[in-house]
């Protein structure tokens, strides 16, 4: 079972959130889903899980339309952030009304989880959302996403707000639960670099379009940073892919990524090679690619 986003892309007016995005998430993986703030994360997310309508394009899930399909949304959970406004009825319910609602919505609900992440999060169920802080309220949606038991589950910023100790927590719950289920997640986040050796594959997401897609373990083993005197570094960057070029003075530092299976030789040249983070790889081929 694989779910493909197809020649998506959604206008809003006369602005192009997404331009005509190819993705396809295959079952049970943890995916990671990074871009900037405005790139089209949530507006790909919701599509993809037919709460929004694309204005080009289809979401299949094994070959089927999820429009209007039950029979496939009932595979698939988009549990989002919830909107802190006076006028959002959502926002009035209480967080037990909320998750029983959630309840009533996924059809393979696992109610005994969602008490037991309830008492282990310390939430009190008879307060209403809106007076909930923005960690409690990122705890709220993290148990819909985990207790609707759906096999493509999106969460999108879940660990907002939470502090440190909750979002080790809530990597080690979403950990467990993939290891038994082998769900697919896909988790939209701005905490990188933490989050990164949770994510088996990490998809960017620039200019609405997913710009790579590739298991994170080989991405970070072929990203290099390359320092030193700047004609010894365009010597050795000349070819390859290069990225994010900075120059102070005679020196410079440029990223590399190289192919699969390619090794890297200094050539006698007195640089230093350091390796790169995932925030710091999205950063640098989120930059113009220099040509050597």
């Not at 089209?40 to 089927?64: C, Y």
């Not at 169920?125 to 990122?138: A, C, H, R, T, V």
Request: some cysteine.
């Amino acid at each position: 079972m694989s779910l493909e986003l197809k020649n998506i892309t959604k206008c809003y007016g006369k602005k192009t959130v997404l331009d005509d995005l190819e993705l396809t998430l295959e079952e049970g993986k943890i995916y990671g889903l990074v871009g900037r703030n405005g790139a089209g994360k949530t507006t790909m997310l919701s599509i993809a899980s037919a709460q929004n309508p694309a204005t080009k394009g289809e979401v299949l899930l094994s070959g089927e339309t999820i429009w209007e399909n039950q029979k496939a949304l009932d595979q698939i959970c988009f549990s989002r952030e919830i909107i802190n406004e006076a006028n959002n009825t959502t926002s009035a319910l209480k967080v037990k009304e909320y998750l029983r609602m959630a309840g009533m919505l996924f059809p393979y609900w696992d109610k005994e989880m969602a008490d037991r992440l309830v008492e282990e999060f310390e939430l009190d169920e008879k307060q209403k959302l809106i007076k909930l802080s923005k960690g409690m309220q990122s705890m709220v949606t993290i148990i819909v996403a985990l207790a609707s038991k759906a096999k493509y589950t999106f969460l999108d910023e879940p660990a907002a707000g939470l502090d440190v100790v909750a979002r080790e927590n809530f990597y080690r719950i979403l950990l467990d639960e993939y290891s038994e289920s082998g769900r697919t997640f896909v988790i939209s986040t701005h905490i990188i670099e933490e989050a990164s050796d949770v994510f088996e594959e990490v998809l960017f997401l620039n200019k609405g379009k997913i710009m790579l897609k590739e298991n994170t373990e080989e991405l970070l083993s072929r990203c290099i940073h390359v320092s030193g005197r700047a004609e010894d570094v365009d010597e050795i960057a000349k070819g390859k892919k290069a990225f994010h070029p900075e120059k102070i003075g005679r020196s410079k530092g440029i990223t590399l990524m190289l192919d699969k299976g390619e090794a890297f030789d200094k050539e006698g040249k007195d640089v230093e090679v350091s390796p790169l983070n995932l925030q710091d790889i999205f950063v640098a081929l989120c930059g113009k690619e220099e040509k050597l």
